[in-house]
């Protein structure tokens, strides 16, 4: 809104000094960390307390699962991501550019994403169980709401004259120039990225504040490949497929990283309040959609390694359960499975993290390995 107002500014009373900062990406990126962490730490206290009235009881704690977190765990209350998905927004309205496609499309995932994840939340608190909405409903819903943001990447998103078709092709990191275009494929192939981004942040939110700074690392890492990628002089000297527009989006990651700043404020151990489905779905799809965006699919699988790797845990204990009725991890997903070895929660919860930067770092390494 403000990149807006200054451009109506410029255009009827010239140029002015101190508005010019608001060109910037930069400047408008610092902006969104800050007005992010403010407005959650601004609603913060009053709207737990809120949500801890409302909801009685809090979010419904599995009894099948780690011993402790049914006394430890017990009556926080749940939907903090609503918090989260309010410091984004109100960041991103006012800070970045809104005739930006890429910015309507990652907020459209964000918002709906974070919708879904609220409705299970809700069914969830009401009737003090621990299965929300149907798992084959979300995933469709999920996936509907996935296809129309790629739509829109796809059909309004710019396109550089060298690189006609790549709002439809997977690019490969390392490889100079290495594309695929799928062609109207790509509109499943971006929507599965989204969706299994979303449901493996969803899979990591387990302990207090596990999901919170990995989400954060992924979210200013991408936040870098945007600016690059959108940035035609520094794409070209990294010899990366630039993307017009796209730098917009690390506005967008920005808000994420200050949100994120802000909600740690109140889930830094013990946790006043848990993101809920509503925030682990929304930032998690909102990642997979900047992946998207600047066509780093694969770099994502890198970067956001340890969401991964808490999936694959899911899927290999489910599948192995079924075939042999015999377990391969104590508990999954994989962090509940160091918990059962007696590692303490802030152990796992700061080795995970360290974890997450790692891999951060050597999704990061690609753009420069040409």
Same mark, same amino acid.
């Given at each position: 809104m403000l990149y807006w107002l200054y451009q109506r500014l410029a255009e009827s009373h010239g140029h002015f000094p101190f508005l010019n900062l608001l060109r910037y990406i930069t400047f408008r990126g610092g902006m969104a960390v800050a007005t992010s962490q403010l407005v959650v730490v601004i609603m913060g206290s009053r709207f737990i307390r809120w949500m801890k009235a409302k909801q009685g009881r809090g979010q419904p704690i599995r009894a099948e699962g780690i011993e402790r977190h049914v006394v430890e765990k017990a009556g926080t209350p749940t939907m903090g991501g609503l918090m989260f998905i309010a410091g984004i927004t109100v960041s991103t309205l006012l800070w970045a550019d809104l005739t930006n496609v890429y910015i309507w499309a990652v907020l459209l995932v964000t918002l709906g994403f974070g919708a879904l994840g609220f409705m299970d939340d809700y069914a969830k608190v009401t009737k003090? %169980?621990?299965?929300?909405?149907?798992?084959?409903?979300?995933?469709?819903?999920?996936?509907?709401?996935?296809? %129309?943001?790629?739509?829109l990447m796809i059909r309004f998103g710019q396109a550089s004259p060298e690189n006609a078709h790549l709002s439809t092709s997977l690019a490969f990191p390392i490889f100079k120039r290495a594309l695929v275009d799928l062609s109207w494929f790509y509109l499943a192939f971006g929507a599965f990225i989204i969706v299994g981004a979303s449901n493996a942040v969803n899979f990591t939110d387990g302990l207090d504040g596990l999901a919170t700074v990995p989400v954060m690392i992924a979210a200013a890492t991408f936040g870098l490949i945007a600016y690059l990628v959108g940035n035609f002089v520094f794409a070209n000297y990294l010899e990366l497929h630039f993307v017009p527009g796209v730098g917009e989006v690390a506005v967008f990651c920005a808000a994420i990283v200050g949100s994120g700043l802000g909600?740690?404020?109140?889930?830094?151990?013990?946790?006043?309040?848990?993101?809920?489905?509503?925030?682990?779905?929304?930032?998690?799809?909102?990642?997979?959609?900047?992946?998207?965006?600047?066509?780093?699919?694969?770099?994502?699988?890198i970067v956001g390694g340890l969401f991964v790797v808490e999936t694959v845990s899911v899927i290999i204990q489910v599948f192995w359960f079924k075939r042999t009725g015999r377990r391969v991890f104590l508990m999954a997903p994989i962090h509940h499975h160091f918990e059962r070895l007696g590692w303490s929660e802030p152990t796992i919860v700061i080795r995970f993290w360290i974890v997450a930067i790692m891999l951060a770092l050597l999704g990061l390494a690609t753009l420069k390995l040409r």
């Open positions: 003090q %169980t621990t299965a929300g909405i149907s798992g084959r409903a979300r995933l469709a819903v999920e996936a509907g709401l996935a296809m %129309t943001a790629v739509f909600f740690l404020w109140y889930n830094a151990p013990p946790a006043r309040i848990f993101m809920g489905d509503c925030g682990a779905l929304s930032l998690g799809g909102a990642i997979g959609a900047v992946a998207v965006a600047t066509k780093h699919e694969i770099v994502l699988g």
